[in-house]
DNA sequence: TTCAATTTTTAGATATGACTAAATATTAGT
DNA sequence: ACTAATATTTAGTCATATCTAAAAATTGAA
Protein backbone atom coordinates (compact mmCIF):
# COMPACT_ATOMS: atom_id res chain seq x y z
CA UNK A 1 0.00 0.00 0.00
CA UNK A 2 1.64 3.03 -1.12
CA UNK A 3 2.14 6.51 0.62
CA UNK A 4 0.33 9.84 -0.32
CA UNK A 5 4.14 10.53 -1.05
CA UNK A 6 4.64 7.62 -3.59
CA UNK A 7 1.26 8.40 -4.77
CA UNK A 8 2.37 12.03 -5.97
CA UNK A 9 5.63 10.51 -7.23
CA UNK A 10 3.62 8.07 -9.33
CA UNK A 11 1.53 10.03 -10.70
CA UNK A 12 3.91 13.01 -11.68
CA UNK A 13 5.77 10.30 -13.61
CA UNK A 14 2.90 9.54 -15.54
CA UNK A 15 2.31 12.98 -16.56
CA UNK A 16 5.18 13.33 -17.48
CA UNK A 17 5.29 10.30 -19.67
CA UNK A 18 2.41 11.55 -21.35
CA UNK A 19 4.68 14.41 -22.51
CA UNK A 20 5.89 11.87 -24.67
CA UNK A 21 9.64 11.30 -23.21
CA UNK A 22 10.22 7.74 -23.02
CA UNK A 23 12.12 7.81 -19.45
CA UNK A 24 11.57 10.35 -17.52
CA UNK A 25 14.56 12.12 -15.55
CA UNK A 26 15.21 12.57 -12.03
CA UNK A 27 15.05 16.17 -12.31
CA UNK A 28 11.73 16.79 -14.10
CA UNK A 29 10.11 14.20 -11.49
CA UNK A 30 11.50 17.06 -9.11
CA UNK A 31 10.31 19.98 -10.37
CA UNK A 32 7.12 18.01 -10.99
CA UNK A 33 6.31 17.22 -7.54
CA UNK A 34 8.22 20.35 -5.83
CA UNK A 35 11.11 18.21 -4.37
CA UNK A 36 14.67 18.38 -4.33
CA UNK A 37 16.54 16.08 -6.83
CA UNK A 38 18.14 14.43 -4.35
CA UNK A 39 15.08 13.72 -2.13
CA UNK A 40 13.48 12.33 -5.77
CA UNK A 41 16.70 10.33 -6.52
CA UNK A 42 15.98 8.48 -3.35
CA UNK A 43 12.78 8.02 -4.16
CA UNK A 44 13.31 6.81 -7.36
CA UNK A 45 15.36 4.06 -6.13
CA UNK A 46 12.65 3.48 -3.54
CA UNK A 47 9.96 3.21 -6.40
CA UNK A 48 12.36 0.46 -7.98
CA UNK A 49 12.92 -1.38 -5.08
CA UNK A 50 8.92 -1.53 -5.20
CA UNK A 51 8.59 -2.76 -8.34
CA UNK A 52 6.42 0.63 -9.91
CA UNK A 53 9.39 1.62 -12.13
CA UNK A 54 12.39 0.84 -13.60
CA UNK A 55 15.17 2.83 -12.56
CA UNK A 56 18.20 3.21 -13.97
CA UNK A 57 20.98 5.50 -12.48
CA UNK A 58 21.51 8.76 -14.01
CA UNK A 59 19.35 7.46 -17.07
CA UNK A 60 15.76 8.55 -15.55
CA UNK A 61 12.90 6.29 -14.85
CA UNK A 62 9.96 4.13 -16.43
CA UNK A 63 6.74 3.22 -14.76
CA UNK A 64 6.20 -0.49 -14.86
CA UNK A 65 3.34 -2.53 -15.56
CA UNK A 66 2.25 -2.45 -12.18
CA UNK A 67 3.32 1.07 -11.61
CA UNK A 68 1.34 2.28 -14.65
CA UNK A 69 -2.41 0.42 -13.39
CA UNK A 70 -1.32 1.97 -9.95
CA UNK A 71 -0.73 5.75 -11.43
CA UNK A 72 -4.41 5.35 -13.43
CA UNK A 73 -6.26 4.56 -10.91
CA UNK A 74 -4.84 7.21 -9.48
CA UNK A 75 -5.59 9.63 -12.21
CA UNK A 76 -8.97 8.04 -12.30
CA UNK A 77 -9.74 8.68 -8.46
CA UNK A 78 -8.35 12.53 -9.06
CA UNK A 79 -10.77 12.95 -11.94
CA UNK A 80 -14.07 11.61 -10.84
CA UNK A 81 -13.37 13.69 -7.26
CA UNK A 82 -13.42 16.83 -9.75
CA UNK A 83 -16.47 15.68 -11.85
CA UNK A 84 -18.16 14.99 -7.74
CA UNK A 85 -17.08 18.64 -7.26
CA UNK A 86 -18.37 20.34 -9.59
CA UNK A 87 -21.05 18.87 -10.56
CA UNK A 88 -22.61 18.09 -6.82
CA UNK A 89 -20.92 20.59 -5.03
CA UNK A 90 -20.89 23.55 -7.01
CA UNK A 91 -17.16 24.37 -7.04
CA UNK A 92 -15.72 26.77 -9.46
CA UNK A 93 -12.85 25.03 -11.90
CA UNK A 94 -10.44 26.31 -10.67
CA UNK A 95 -11.04 25.38 -6.92
CA UNK A 96 -11.37 21.49 -7.29
CA UNK A 97 -8.08 20.68 -8.24
CA UNK A 98 -6.04 21.00 -5.19
CA UNK A 99 -8.96 19.59 -3.49
CA UNK A 100 -8.79 16.64 -5.36
CA UNK A 101 -5.70 16.40 -5.11
CA UNK A 102 -6.22 15.21 -1.29
CA UNK A 103 -9.17 13.21 -1.87
CA UNK A 104 -7.65 11.06 -4.55
CA UNK A 105 -5.51 9.74 -1.99
CA UNK A 106 -8.50 7.83 -0.21
CA UNK A 107 -8.10 4.32 -0.71
CA UNK A 108 -10.80 2.25 -1.17
CA UNK A 109 -11.92 0.29 -4.50
CA UNK A 110 -15.09 0.47 -3.25
CA UNK A 111 -15.78 4.14 -2.47
CA UNK A 112 -14.58 5.09 -6.12
CA UNK A 113 -16.39 2.40 -7.87
CA UNK A 114 -19.54 3.28 -6.41
CA UNK A 115 -19.06 7.23 -6.66
CA UNK A 116 -18.22 6.59 -10.42
CA UNK A 117 -21.85 4.90 -10.65
CA UNK A 118 -23.10 7.93 -8.51
CA UNK A 119 -21.81 9.87 -11.35
CA UNK A 120 -23.18 8.21 -14.14
CA UNK A 121 -20.03 6.37 -15.13
CA UNK A 122 -18.10 9.75 -16.55
CA UNK A 123 -15.73 9.13 -19.80
CA UNK A 124 -14.30 13.13 -19.26
CA UNK A 125 -13.73 15.07 -16.30
CA UNK A 126 -14.92 18.78 -16.58
CA UNK A 127 -11.85 19.84 -18.15
CA UNK A 128 -12.20 17.30 -21.22
CA UNK A 129 -9.47 14.84 -19.82
CA UNK A 130 -10.51 11.01 -20.10
CA UNK A 131 -11.28 9.23 -17.10
CA UNK A 132 -9.79 6.07 -16.19
CA UNK A 133 -12.01 3.03 -15.29
CA UNK A 134 -12.14 0.49 -12.86
CA UNK A 135 -9.44 -1.44 -14.79
CA UNK A 136 -6.89 1.05 -15.28
CA UNK A 137 -7.49 1.75 -18.88
CA UNK A 138 -9.33 4.53 -20.47
CA UNK A 139 -12.85 3.87 -21.10
CA UNK A 140 -13.54 3.23 -24.81
CA UNK A 141 -15.00 6.08 -26.28
CA UNK A 142 -17.81 6.05 -28.52
CA UNK A 143 -17.27 4.71 -32.41
CA UNK A 144 -17.21 7.93 -34.22
CA UNK A 145 -16.68 11.13 -31.67
CA UNK A 146 -16.32 14.74 -32.62
CA UNK A 147 -12.84 15.60 -31.95
CA UNK A 148 -14.09 18.57 -30.47
CA UNK A 149 -15.60 16.25 -27.69
CA UNK A 150 -12.60 13.66 -28.11
CA UNK A 151 -10.83 13.30 -24.58
CA UNK A 152 -6.93 14.11 -24.57
CA UNK A 153 -3.70 11.96 -24.31
CA UNK A 154 -5.86 8.70 -26.27
CA UNK A 155 -4.93 7.84 -29.73
CA UNK A 156 -7.37 8.76 -32.54
CA UNK A 157 -7.83 8.66 -36.13
CA UNK A 158 -9.91 10.94 -38.53
CA UNK A 159 -12.57 8.71 -39.79
CA UNK A 160 -14.76 11.25 -41.41
CA UNK A 161 -15.87 14.60 -42.23
CA UNK A 162 -19.45 16.38 -40.88
CA UNK A 163 -19.72 19.08 -43.68
CA UNK A 164 -18.72 17.46 -46.56
CA UNK A 165 -18.89 20.99 -48.59
CA UNK A 166 -15.99 22.37 -50.78
CA UNK A 167 -14.85 24.80 -48.60
CA UNK A 168 -14.37 23.02 -45.80
CA UNK A 169 -12.44 19.81 -47.32
CA UNK A 170 -9.73 22.51 -48.96
CA UNK A 171 -9.48 24.01 -45.87
CA UNK A 172 -8.79 21.14 -44.79
CA UNK A 173 -5.92 20.48 -47.17
CA UNK A 174 -4.38 23.62 -46.66
CA UNK A 175 -4.38 22.33 -42.65
CA UNK A 176 -2.36 18.77 -43.95
CA UNK A 177 -5.29 16.93 -42.57
CA UNK A 178 -6.63 13.56 -44.42
CA UNK A 179 -8.62 11.07 -43.40
CA UNK A 180 -7.10 8.11 -41.92
CA UNK A 181 -4.45 10.61 -39.84
CA UNK A 182 -3.67 9.47 -36.19
CA UNK A 183 -3.63 12.49 -33.57
CA UNK A 184 -4.05 13.10 -30.00
CA UNK A 185 -5.84 16.25 -28.26
CA UNK A 186 -3.01 17.50 -25.97
CA UNK A 187 -4.56 20.83 -24.65
CA UNK A 188 -8.54 21.42 -25.01
CA UNK A 189 -8.34 25.70 -24.54
CA UNK A 190 -11.08 26.73 -21.88
CA UNK A 191 -11.09 30.11 -24.03
CA UNK A 192 -12.85 28.99 -26.69
CA UNK A 193 -12.27 25.42 -27.62
CA UNK A 194 -9.86 24.94 -29.62
CA UNK A 195 -7.72 21.98 -29.36
CA UNK A 196 -3.89 21.52 -30.05
CA UNK A 197 -3.03 18.71 -31.34
CA UNK A 198 -0.35 16.16 -32.21
CA UNK A 199 0.06 14.43 -35.30
CA UNK A 200 1.23 10.91 -34.94
CA UNK A 201 3.20 11.01 -38.32
CA UNK A 202 4.63 14.03 -38.66
CA UNK A 203 5.11 14.57 -35.08
CA UNK A 204 3.49 18.18 -35.88
CA UNK A 205 1.54 20.05 -33.31
CA UNK A 206 -1.28 22.17 -34.74
CA UNK A 207 -3.85 24.43 -33.04
CA UNK A 208 -6.96 23.29 -34.26
CA UNK A 209 -9.83 26.17 -34.25
CA UNK A 210 -13.64 25.18 -33.04
CA UNK A 211 -14.84 25.33 -36.24
CA UNK A 212 -12.97 22.31 -37.56
CA UNK A 213 -12.95 20.25 -34.48
CA UNK A 214 -16.77 20.37 -34.56
CA UNK A 215 -16.27 19.39 -38.52
CA UNK A 216 -14.16 16.02 -37.95
CA UNK A 217 -15.33 12.73 -36.38
CA UNK A 218 -12.50 10.69 -34.81
CA UNK A 219 -12.15 6.98 -33.21
CA UNK A 220 -9.74 5.45 -31.23
CA UNK A 221 -6.84 4.10 -33.17
CA UNK A 222 -6.17 1.39 -30.49
CA UNK A 223 -9.52 1.06 -28.34
CA UNK A 224 -8.76 -0.93 -25.21
CA UNK A 225 -10.49 -4.09 -25.04
CA UNK A 226 -13.71 -4.10 -23.16
CA UNK A 227 -13.44 -5.82 -19.61
CA UNK A 228 -16.72 -7.05 -19.06
CA UNK A 229 -15.73 -8.27 -15.36
CA UNK A 230 -13.05 -5.97 -13.45
CA UNK A 231 -9.45 -7.95 -12.69
CA UNK A 232 -9.27 -9.23 -9.03
CA UNK A 233 -7.81 -7.01 -6.42
CA UNK A 234 -3.88 -7.08 -6.61
CA UNK A 235 -2.70 -8.42 -3.67
CA UNK A 236 0.34 -5.64 -2.79
CA UNK B 1 -1.82 22.27 10.73
CA UNK B 2 -2.30 18.69 12.28
CA UNK B 3 -1.33 15.60 10.54
CA UNK B 4 -3.26 12.71 10.24
CA UNK B 5 -1.88 10.93 13.38
CA UNK B 6 -2.58 13.85 15.46
CA UNK B 7 -6.02 14.28 13.90
CA UNK B 8 -6.47 10.57 15.36
CA UNK B 9 -5.26 11.06 18.70
CA UNK B 10 -7.54 14.64 19.47
CA UNK B 11 -10.79 12.29 18.00
CA UNK B 12 -9.98 9.59 20.58
CA UNK B 13 -9.13 12.04 23.46
CA UNK B 14 -12.65 13.82 22.00
CA UNK B 15 -14.43 10.41 22.28
CA UNK B 16 -12.90 9.51 25.91
CA UNK B 17 -14.13 12.95 26.95
CA UNK B 18 -17.70 12.17 26.36
CA UNK B 19 -17.85 8.97 28.24
CA UNK B 20 -17.22 11.19 31.89
CA UNK B 21 -13.99 11.08 32.55
CA UNK B 22 -12.58 14.73 33.40
CA UNK B 23 -8.80 13.55 32.58
CA UNK B 24 -7.75 11.00 30.16
CA UNK B 25 -5.37 8.42 30.57
CA UNK B 26 -2.69 7.96 28.42
CA UNK B 27 -3.34 4.36 28.31
CA UNK B 28 -7.10 4.86 27.37
CA UNK B 29 -5.95 6.87 24.12
CA UNK B 30 -3.05 4.49 23.63
CA UNK B 31 -5.89 1.70 23.55
CA UNK B 32 -8.23 4.12 21.51
CA UNK B 33 -5.79 4.88 18.16
CA UNK B 34 -4.14 1.38 18.43
CA UNK B 35 -0.52 2.71 19.40
CA UNK B 36 1.51 1.43 22.22
CA UNK B 37 1.54 3.59 25.90
CA UNK B 38 5.58 4.59 25.16
CA UNK B 39 4.05 6.17 21.11
CA UNK B 40 1.05 7.80 23.22
CA UNK B 41 3.11 8.96 25.82
CA UNK B 42 5.10 10.89 22.97
CA UNK B 43 2.28 12.00 21.17
CA UNK B 44 0.62 13.49 24.57
CA UNK B 45 3.62 15.82 25.46
CA UNK B 46 3.81 16.87 21.25
CA UNK B 47 0.19 17.62 21.62
CA UNK B 48 0.54 20.03 24.62
CA UNK B 49 3.64 21.71 23.00
CA UNK B 50 0.93 23.01 20.41
CA UNK B 51 -0.90 23.85 22.61
CA UNK B 52 -4.14 20.92 22.10
CA UNK B 53 -4.14 19.51 25.00
CA UNK B 54 -3.12 20.34 28.85
CA UNK B 55 -0.73 17.57 29.86
CA UNK B 56 0.45 16.71 33.06
CA UNK B 57 2.85 14.02 33.50
CA UNK B 58 1.52 10.72 35.07
CA UNK B 59 -2.04 12.14 35.16
CA UNK B 60 -3.13 12.27 31.54
CA UNK B 61 -4.60 15.08 29.20
CA UNK B 62 -7.67 17.27 28.74
CA UNK B 63 -8.65 19.37 25.30
CA UNK B 64 -7.45 22.56 25.45
CA UNK B 65 -10.63 25.05 23.92
CA UNK B 66 -8.58 25.12 20.63
CA UNK B 67 -7.69 21.30 21.29
CA UNK B 68 -11.31 20.41 21.32
CA UNK B 69 -13.02 22.73 18.52
CA UNK B 70 -10.26 21.07 16.23
CA UNK B 71 -11.77 17.96 17.55
CA UNK B 72 -14.78 18.84 16.89
CA UNK B 73 -14.15 19.86 13.54
CA UNK B 74 -13.02 16.11 12.60
CA UNK B 75 -15.40 14.50 13.83
CA UNK B 76 -17.84 17.36 11.62
CA UNK B 77 -16.15 15.60 8.92
CA UNK B 78 -16.34 12.15 9.71
CA UNK B 79 -19.93 12.62 10.47
CA UNK B 80 -21.09 14.10 7.22
CA UNK B 81 -18.96 11.78 5.06
CA UNK B 82 -20.53 9.02 6.97
CA UNK B 83 -24.59 10.88 5.75
CA UNK B 84 -23.18 11.32 2.19
CA UNK B 85 -21.70 7.46 1.93
CA UNK B 86 -24.86 6.37 3.53
CA UNK B 87 -27.44 8.24 1.47
CA UNK B 88 -25.69 9.06 -1.58
CA UNK B 89 -23.32 6.40 -2.68
CA UNK B 90 -25.61 3.34 -1.12
CA UNK B 91 -23.30 1.93 1.21
CA UNK B 92 -24.53 -0.33 4.60
CA UNK B 93 -24.02 0.96 7.74
CA UNK B 94 -21.13 -1.01 8.51
CA UNK B 95 -18.89 0.26 5.49
CA UNK B 96 -18.72 3.76 6.25
CA UNK B 97 -16.55 3.90 8.94
CA UNK B 98 -13.30 2.72 7.70
CA UNK B 99 -13.98 5.25 4.81
CA UNK B 100 -14.91 7.96 6.23
CA UNK B 101 -12.55 7.59 8.65
CA UNK B 102 -9.75 8.59 5.94
CA UNK B 103 -12.11 11.13 4.50
CA UNK B 104 -12.31 13.43 7.23
CA UNK B 105 -8.82 13.96 7.58
CA UNK B 106 -9.55 15.76 3.91
CA UNK B 107 -8.67 19.11 5.35
CA UNK B 108 -10.71 21.77 3.07
CA UNK B 109 -13.39 23.89 5.12
CA UNK B 110 -15.00 25.22 1.60
CA UNK B 111 -15.64 21.57 1.01
CA UNK B 112 -16.96 20.60 4.55
CA UNK B 113 -19.23 23.30 4.29
CA UNK B 114 -20.23 22.45 0.41
CA UNK B 115 -20.72 19.00 1.60
CA UNK B 116 -23.32 19.91 4.33
CA UNK B 117 -25.63 22.19 1.95
CA UNK B 118 -25.35 19.35 -0.59
CA UNK B 119 -26.81 17.44 2.11
CA UNK B 120 -29.26 19.54 3.69
CA UNK B 121 -27.09 20.59 7.00
CA UNK B 122 -28.20 17.35 8.67
CA UNK B 123 -28.01 17.52 12.00
CA UNK B 124 -27.98 13.67 12.51
CA UNK B 125 -25.76 11.05 11.09
CA UNK B 126 -27.24 7.62 10.26
CA UNK B 127 -26.05 6.58 14.06
CA UNK B 128 -28.21 9.26 15.49
CA UNK B 129 -25.23 11.26 16.48
CA UNK B 130 -25.08 14.60 16.39
CA UNK B 131 -23.08 16.57 13.54
CA UNK B 132 -21.38 19.88 14.91
CA UNK B 133 -22.05 22.78 12.59
CA UNK B 134 -19.46 24.73 11.16
CA UNK B 135 -18.73 26.72 14.60
CA UNK B 136 -17.75 23.29 15.87
CA UNK B 137 -20.84 23.38 18.30
CA UNK B 138 -23.24 20.86 18.15
CA UNK B 139 -26.28 21.94 15.84
CA UNK B 140 -29.63 23.41 18.40
CA UNK B 141 -32.06 20.83 17.86
CA UNK B 142 -35.10 22.51 16.75
CA UNK B 143 -37.24 23.60 20.17
CA UNK B 144 -38.89 20.25 21.63
CA UNK B 145 -37.48 17.12 19.93
CA UNK B 146 -39.53 13.53 20.63
CA UNK B 147 -36.13 11.71 23.08
CA UNK B 148 -36.61 9.18 20.07
CA UNK B 149 -34.91 11.71 18.08
CA UNK B 150 -32.46 13.42 19.78
CA UNK B 151 -29.27 13.11 19.16
CA UNK B 152 -26.57 11.72 21.45
CA UNK B 153 -24.51 13.33 23.89
CA UNK B 154 -26.82 16.16 24.15
CA UNK B 155 -27.77 17.63 27.75
CA UNK B 156 -31.20 17.68 27.53
CA UNK B 157 -34.36 18.04 29.53
CA UNK B 158 -37.87 16.41 29.48
CA UNK B 159 -40.24 19.17 28.76
CA UNK B 160 -43.69 17.24 28.20
CA UNK B 161 -45.28 14.24 27.20
CA UNK B 162 -47.47 13.27 23.63
CA UNK B 163 -49.55 11.29 25.26
CA UNK B 164 -51.17 12.50 28.31
CA UNK B 165 -53.23 9.38 29.39
CA UNK B 166 -53.14 7.45 32.63
CA UNK B 167 -51.50 4.52 31.33
CA UNK B 168 -48.25 6.39 30.11
CA UNK B 169 -47.89 8.45 32.94
CA UNK B 170 -48.62 6.00 35.27
CA UNK B 171 -45.33 4.14 33.83
CA UNK B 172 -43.54 6.81 33.88
CA UNK B 173 -43.98 7.02 37.33
CA UNK B 174 -42.83 3.35 37.64
CA UNK B 175 -39.48 4.63 35.56
CA UNK B 176 -39.23 7.70 38.07
CA UNK B 177 -39.30 9.96 34.97
CA UNK B 178 -40.91 13.54 35.87
CA UNK B 179 -41.03 16.30 33.56
CA UNK B 180 -37.95 18.87 33.91
CA UNK B 181 -35.67 15.92 34.69
CA UNK B 182 -32.41 16.27 32.79
CA UNK B 183 -30.82 13.27 30.66
CA UNK B 184 -28.43 12.45 27.82
CA UNK B 185 -28.93 9.96 24.91
CA UNK B 186 -26.06 7.58 25.28
CA UNK B 187 -26.63 4.92 22.52
CA UNK B 188 -29.42 4.41 20.22
CA UNK B 189 -29.69 0.71 19.30
CA UNK B 190 -30.25 -0.09 15.75
CA UNK B 191 -32.38 -3.32 16.54
CA UNK B 192 -35.38 -1.44 17.63
CA UNK B 193 -35.11 2.42 18.80
CA UNK B 194 -34.73 1.74 22.39
CA UNK B 195 -32.65 3.99 23.88
CA UNK B 196 -28.99 4.04 26.75
CA UNK B 197 -30.11 6.97 28.74
CA UNK B 198 -28.36 8.59 31.95
CA UNK B 199 -30.11 10.96 33.81
CA UNK B 200 -28.01 13.62 35.30
CA UNK B 201 -29.41 14.61 38.47
CA UNK B 202 -29.43 10.61 39.43
CA UNK B 203 -26.88 9.70 38.11
CA UNK B 204 -28.90 6.74 36.78
CA UNK B 205 -28.34 4.63 33.64
CA UNK B 206 -31.73 3.49 31.79
CA UNK B 207 -32.57 1.36 29.03
CA UNK B 208 -36.02 3.20 27.52
CA UNK B 209 -38.44 1.32 25.03
CA UNK B 210 -39.30 2.79 21.79
CA UNK B 211 -42.83 3.15 22.98
CA UNK B 212 -41.43 5.76 25.84
CA UNK B 213 -38.91 7.64 23.61
CA UNK B 214 -41.29 7.99 21.19
CA UNK B 215 -44.02 9.75 23.78
CA UNK B 216 -41.27 12.02 25.55
CA UNK B 217 -40.54 15.80 24.11
CA UNK B 218 -36.93 16.89 25.03
CA UNK B 219 -35.26 20.37 24.54
CA UNK B 220 -31.70 21.05 25.32
CA UNK B 221 -30.97 22.14 28.72
CA UNK B 222 -28.07 24.76 27.71
CA UNK B 223 -28.77 25.27 24.10
CA UNK B 224 -25.49 26.63 22.25
CA UNK B 225 -25.90 30.03 20.94
CA UNK B 226 -26.84 31.04 17.21
CA UNK B 227 -23.69 31.95 15.39
CA UNK B 228 -24.55 33.61 12.16
CA UNK B 229 -21.74 34.23 10.97
CA UNK B 230 -18.81 31.44 11.03
CA UNK B 231 -15.77 32.27 12.99
CA UNK B 232 -12.67 33.59 10.89
CA UNK B 233 -10.37 31.12 9.72
CA UNK B 234 -7.90 30.14 13.01
CA UNK B 235 -4.18 31.00 12.20
CA UNK B 236 -2.63 27.53 12.63
C1' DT C 1 38.36 14.17 -27.46
C1' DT C 2 38.88 16.61 -23.67
C1' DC C 3 37.07 19.54 -20.22
C1' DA C 4 33.49 22.64 -18.46
C1' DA C 5 28.59 22.75 -17.56
C1' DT C 6 24.80 20.23 -16.22
C1' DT C 7 22.51 16.48 -14.09
C1' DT C 8 22.24 13.14 -10.76
C1' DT C 9 23.66 10.66 -6.82
C1' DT C 10 25.78 10.09 -2.24
C1' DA C 11 26.69 11.59 2.43
C1' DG C 12 25.14 13.39 6.43
C1' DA C 13 21.18 15.84 9.12
C1' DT C 14 16.54 16.60 10.67
C1' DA C 15 11.55 15.81 11.82
C1' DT C 16 7.64 12.78 12.64
C1' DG C 17 5.80 8.84 14.45
C1' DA C 18 6.14 4.28 15.50
C1' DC C 19 8.30 0.29 18.27
C1' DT C 20 10.60 -2.62 22.47
C1' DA C 21 12.75 -2.84 26.79
C1' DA C 22 13.97 -0.72 30.94
C1' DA C 23 13.19 2.60 34.49
C1' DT C 24 10.20 5.27 37.34
C1' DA C 25 5.89 7.04 39.28
C1' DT C 26 1.30 6.19 41.01
C1' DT C 27 -2.15 3.18 43.12
C1' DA C 28 -4.12 -0.23 46.04
C1' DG C 29 -4.07 -3.80 49.31
C1' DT C 30 -2.68 -5.36 53.56
C1' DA D 1 2.90 3.16 55.59
C1' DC D 2 4.96 -0.18 52.88
C1' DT D 3 5.14 -3.03 48.99
C1' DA D 4 3.24 -5.32 44.93
C1' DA D 5 0.70 -4.39 40.89
C1' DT D 6 -0.32 -1.16 37.44
C1' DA D 7 0.38 2.89 34.71
C1' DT D 8 3.40 5.92 32.53
C1' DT D 9 7.59 7.75 30.91
C1' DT D 10 12.39 7.49 29.21
C1' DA D 11 16.03 5.54 26.41
C1' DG D 12 17.43 3.69 22.39
C1' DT D 13 16.03 2.06 17.39
C1' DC D 14 13.90 2.13 13.05
C1' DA D 15 11.43 3.67 8.74
C1' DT D 16 9.84 7.31 5.77
C1' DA D 17 10.59 11.44 3.66
C1' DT D 18 12.62 15.56 3.52
C1' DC D 19 16.77 18.90 3.20
C1' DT D 20 21.80 20.96 2.05
C1' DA D 21 26.37 20.35 0.55
C1' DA D 22 29.71 17.65 -1.73
C1' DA D 23 31.02 14.15 -5.03
C1' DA D 24 30.47 11.71 -9.27
C1' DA D 25 28.54 10.75 -13.85
C1' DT D 26 26.83 12.38 -18.16
C1' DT D 27 26.50 15.69 -21.85
C1' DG D 28 27.88 19.06 -25.04
C1' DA D 29 30.88 22.36 -27.14
C1' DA D 30 35.21 23.78 -28.76
Redesign the pocket.
Known amino acids: M ?5 E ?2 LKAILHLEKEGTDRV ?4 V ?1 EK ?14 LGDRGWVE ?7 RLTEKGHRMAMDILRRHRLWECFLLDHLGFEWDQVHDIAEELEHVDSKELINRLDAFLGFPKLDPHGDAIPGPNGRFRSIAARTLLAEAPRNLDLVVVGVVDGGDAFLRHLGVLGIALGMRLTVLERHVFDGSLHVRFAESDDLQLLAPSVCERLWVDQSNPAPVILFPEPESTD
Open positions: PTVSVNYSTNSAVGATPASTSAMMARYERYYGV
